[in-house]
T-cell receptor, first 116, second 107 residues
Framework: DAGVIQSPRHEVTEMGQEVTLRCKPI?????LFWYRQTMMRGLELLIY????????DSGMPEDRFSAKMPNASFSTLKIQPSEPRDSAVYFC??????????????FGDGTRLSIL | RKEVEQDPGPFNVPEGATVAFNCTYS??????FFWYRQDCRKEPKLLMS???SGNEDGRFTAQLNRASQYISLLIRDSKLSDSATYLC????????FGPGTRLSVLP
């Protein structure tokens, strides 16, 4: 079975440019999460969706960040304009919540973003 | 108090040693508990879920102490390949990951 698929794997761009990260969750999973990981701050939850609806975006750093999930198989995280401090690894994860048990999250390979 | 806390380490242990990590959480209503492993420059990968009665998977044993609000991970007969960062994840209202504990198993 295909896991969570993220693209691109690496992105290097100049500050001020728009950056779009993409994610395809595991088929059938109804939760999708976007995380950012840095050495200083660890793994931070930015936003998560349930059935394509944003549930909690309190982790989104500022208005320059936006996320969408137009359908069950695709999500984007956009940074506009990008700044050097946005440099990090961005992970997408998905999980299935069924019944009374909460399922673990499955992560994509991540996008390594460098803003120059 | 942070929602989920872990000793960052690093834990440097010789091959064959037994090592244990703890992860404390503040939300007493937390429902689900997991341990993840993350290798350098890789994504976190699920190591094991943590069940109320405790559970074991080969050399790995996970336990939950609801009264004291922590989970633990015990690794027996550690291998060089166990070197990684171990993250706990707690599901209460939301999923929260701990900052991770770095383990280095030395030859």
């Amino acid at each position: 079975d295909a896991g969570v698929i993220q693209s691109p794997r690496h992105e290097v761009t100049e500050m001020g440019q728009e950056v779009t990260l993409r994610c395809k969750p595991i088929s059938g999973h109804d939760y999708l999460f976007w995380y950012r990981q840095t050495m200083m701050r660890g793994l931070e939850l930015l936003i998560y969706f349930n059935n394509n609806v944003p549930i909690d975006d309190s982790g989104m750093p500022e208005d320059r960040f936006s996320a969408k999930m137009p359908n069950a198989s695709f999500s984007t995280l956009k940074i506009q304009p990008s700044e050097p401090r946005d440099s990090a690894v961005y992970f997408c994860a998905s999980s299935d919540k069924s019944g009374y048990s909460n399922q673990p999250q499955h992560f994509g390979d991540g996008t390594r973003l460098s803003i120059l | 108090r942070k929602e989920v806390e872990q000793d960052p380490g690093p834990f440097n242990v010789p091959e064959g040693a037994t090592v244990a990590f703890n992860c404390t959480y503040s939300n007493s209503a937390s429902q689900s508990f997991f341990w993840y492993r993350q290798d350098c420059r890789k994504e976190p990968k699920l190591l094991m879920s943590v069940y109320s009665s405790g559970n074991e998977d080969g050399r790995f044993t996970a336990q939950l102490n609801r009264a004291s609000q922590y989970i633990s991970l015990l690794i027996r007969d550690s291998k060089l390949s166990d070197s990684a960062t171990y993250l706990c994840a707690i599901y209460g209202q939301n999923f929260v990951f701990g900052p991770g504990t770095r383990l280095s198993v030395l030859p």
